[in-house]
């Protein structure tokens, strides 16, 4: 059996840390950003941890 191939689009939106979580960006900060509060751009700045439900979802990827 061939190896399984990593999914490039999956692999480009989430990082391993160094404790081999995942981290992943937050949405809503692409566009209409004039009506969103200065809080709220500044939080979606940060990097967020993908939950544990989802990880199995990410390793299936090859992430």
Request: charged share 40%; proline share 3%.
């Amino acid at each position: 059996m061939p190896k399984m191939k990593t999914h490039k689009g999956a692999a480009a939106r989430f990082k391993r840390t160094g404790t081999g979580k995942l981290k992943r960006r937050h949405q809503n900060k692409n566009h209409i950003l004039e009506k969103k509060s200065p809080k709220r751009k500044r939080q979606l700045r940060n990097t967020a941890i993908v939950k544990k439900a989802d990880e199995k979802n990410l390793r299936d990827l090859g992430v």
